[in-house]
Structures are given as C-alpha cells and as structure tokens.
C-alpha cells in the first residue's frame, strides 16, 4: 500500500486513516483444490493455468496437466500437506470434496471444483491429461456395458461367433497391430512411470515400469471382455 506523507507542525508525518484499506469485509478467496487430502502425506503445490487464468492446488506428480484445459501447467510454488491446510482452511473440510476417478490412468483423488466452477464441464485429469467422464455418462456407459456383458454370457451362440471373429487372421493382425502401437506411445510411458513411483510388489519393493505396463495392458484387456 503507498505511503502518503503530510507536512506541517513536527514536520513530516502520515496520515492514517489514508493507509486503511478501502475494502473491509470479511473476505477470502475461495481456491480450487485437486488431489489426495494433505493427511495422505503427499507433496503439494501452486500451479496456473495460463490459458484459463486460474491457479489451482494439486499432488506434485512427473508431469502435470491442468484440470481446467488438460494441457501442460505452470509450478508456481512447492508446497507441503500442512501449508496447503493453512492456505485452503475448510475448502479441504470433507463435505467440500468430492471423489474423482479417471478412466485414462485409473487414479482416483478428490476435487472441490464442483461448488467453486458450479456450471462448468469437461474437466481432466491433473495426472494424465485425460478427459474425465461426467456422471452421467458414465453411469450410462457402465450400464451399457454391464447389459452386453450379460447378453454375451447367457447366449452360447454370441460366444461362438466372438470365437469365430478373434481366429480370423484380419482381425488378429489389427490387434496385434494395436496392441504395439499401444506398447510404443508415449501415453502409456509416461503412464507407466508414474504409477511405478506410487506402487510396490506384494515383498514391498518398487515396480519397474515394465511390470506396470504389462498390467496395465492386462488391465485394459479384462477391461474390455
């Protein structure tokens, strides 16, 4: 805030009711929050998404994509779980929160962009870059794929004729294909790498990333059965 002097009397002074702020109301911004909940003992940090305008706080990961545009965002500042308690107050409380699962990259975290961006659609993921789902659709999707799944399973001649597609030689060379173009791109790279920084084998020790995505591989096939 400027300082304005005064002269007159004892010479230079101030005038104090010039340096009160103007605004006096009771107010604090009210800041978007991505991730796990600080007691998850997570690293944390600031970060901006310059095309939209907005900062956000998120779990500090290999690369981060920004919720609002799903392109890459700008690390303004680190920060640990208690700082991120002290800055967000009760917009962490669990009432403000709401769970979030991506279909891209299987993580799960929680976000309070839905009383802050009350409106607004087409979010994604802060993890991968992804498109996540709206409600709506995806309840729609899972219930579609549940009825196919029971039709299959219940019609003997279906299973016969899914059979009869997978040998034909066509179809085996656009998997085969797929499943290499699949193993190749950079999305499940980088994928691959950041959920073996997260997890450990049943003995307790880290995961290389060809072990993750050999499973995510196998994830995607029971995913699709």
Do not use: W
């Amino acid at each position: 805030m400027k300082l304005i002097l005064g002269f007159g009397g004892g010479g230079s002074g101030y005038y104090p009711y010039t340096q009160k702020p103007v605004d006096y109301q009771p107010y604090r911004p009210v800041y978007l929050f991505r991730g796990p909940p600080p007691d998850a003992g997570f690293s944390y940090g600031l970060f901006e998404d310059e095309e939209a305008g907005k900062k956000y706080y998120a779990d500090l990961g290999l690369d981060t994509f920004s919720p609002l545009s799903g392109k890459a965002s700008k690390l303004l500042e680190e920060m640990s779980p208690q700082q991120v308690e002290r800055m967000l107050g009760d917009d962490l409380k669990t009432d403000n929160l709401q769970k979030q699962s991506c279909p891209n990259c299987s993580s799960e975290y929680f976000d309070n962009f839905h009383l802050t961006l009350k409106g607004r659609e087409g979010f994604f993921c802060h993890r991968c870059g992804g498109k996540l789902q709206q409600k709506n659709d995806e309840d729609t999707n899972m219930g579609s794929s549940s009825q196919a799944a029971v039709t299959m399973e219940h019609d003997p001649i279906v299973m016969k004729n899914i059979e009869k597609i997978a040998q034909d030689p066509s179809v085996k060379k656009y998997i085969d294909e797929g499943l290499k173009a699949i193993e190749r791109s950079e999305a499940i790279n980088t994928l691959s790498k950041r959920v073996a920084l997260r997890l450990t084998d049943a003995a307790g020790v880290k995961l290389t990333d060809e072990q993750v995505k050999h499973g995510i591989l196998l994830a995607f096939k029971n995913a699709i059965k």
